[in-house]
């Protein structure tokens, strides 16, 4: 291990900062993690993301192995080419120059991406999608997220906005969601819309947060027959299949990988979901429809692949 190289994936979330110490062939060498707290303000926020990263690279340097360059994935809105969080509202962040104050405080190279396209290139390569030449990562938590990877690259769109899928409207005129649209599907099978939507149907009798009924709570009462749960999750399979189907027709995938939290509901995710995708298909093809294998670790591996890509060629697959 001692004189070998690493870089250091770095990934930010709404509540937690992720490190990882990543070898060439994707292999997490070492990992961390802090709170992000959130709660005491944007600039606090990028302090304790900076602190994190250098703790990080001096854990290197006591392991004896070097780091050619650091990979972050952010949350919010990335501009990957000016190296800017342009907007990320859960920490408190707007036109924050990340890669160039991360670069400062590190005397490293840098590389910025979003975090859902960092989580769908680690996927891609050393993943669910190994093999594939087209990738749909669509991972399933507080909202719906999307990337599209092509011949292992993110494909992110002219203005770093591409396959955000969760705010793909379904319902006109429908429910409000926090982009400032209506009928979003984030307002069908994003997780918050879940357990608000089932606690709406079933009224003060369902008990609020404090009586544990989240979105996998609700999951949980529908597999055991509950039949507003039932419904609910219904309603929110059927809108995701709709919305899949739609970037299905654009992107041709050959593969449509499912992440987050919500993925861990499986069968009972998958087979619906299949179905429902299978009775709206015209001339399109059905990809493979599969979980994500690297679960919450993606989105520092993806970082770190980007860092190694930064440093000198991909990361060999898996």
């Known amino acids: 291990m001692r004189g070998s190289e690493v870089v250091l994936g770095l990934d930010i979330g709404g509540t937690t900062v992720k490190t990882a110490l990543v070898a060439r062939d994707g292999t997490v060498v070492a ?12 600039a606090a ?26 990979g ?11 190296g800017t969080v342009e907007f990320a509202p859960h920490i408190g962040w707007q036109d924050v120059p990340l890669r160039r104050l991360a670069a400062d405080r590190l005397g490293l190279p840098v590389a910025l991406g979003h975090d859902v396209r960092a989580g769908g ?73 879940i357990a608000h939507r089932y606690l709406q149907q079933c009224g003060p009798a369902a008990g609020g947060p404090a009586s544990g009924v989240d979105t996998a709570e609700v999951v949980r009462r529908a597999a055991a027959g509950d039949r507003v749960a039932a419904r609910v999750w219904e309603e929110a399979i059927e809108a995701l299949a709709q919305a899949l189907l739609a970037g299905i027709t654009l992107f041709d995938p050959g593969v449509l990988i499912l992440g987050g939290g919500l993925s861990q509901a499986g069968d009972q995710l998958l087979v619906p979901l299949r179905r429902h995708l299978e009775r709206r298909m015209a001339f399109q093809v059905l990809p493979r429809l599969v979980r994500a294998e690297l679960g919450e670790a993606a989105g520092r591996i993806g970082a770190g692949l980007l860092a190694w890509d930064l440093a000198g060629g991909p990361a060999a697959p898996g």
């Open 45 to 70: 926020v990028l302090a304790t993301v900076l602190e994190q990263a250098a703790h990080a690279v001096g854990e290197a340097s006591d392991m004896g192995v070097t780091v050619r360059a650091a």
């Open 121 to 193: 290139l680690a996927e891609t390569r050393h993943g669910a999608g190994r093999g594939e030449d087209v990738v749909f990562f669509v991972p399933l938590g507080t909202g719906v997220g999307g990337a599209v990877l092509w011949h292992g690259r993110p494909l992110p769109g002219s203005h770093w906005r591409s396959a955000e899928i969760g705010h793909v409207v379904l319902r006109p005129g429908g429910d409000e969601c926090t982009c400032g649209q209506r009928g979003c599907l984030d307002t069908f099978a994003g997780g918050t819309a």
């Open 72 to 82: 972050i994935a952010a949350c919010g809105l990335v501009d990957e080419e000016r």
């Open 31 to 42: 990992e961390g993690r802090c709170a992000t707290g959130p709660e005491y303000g944007g």
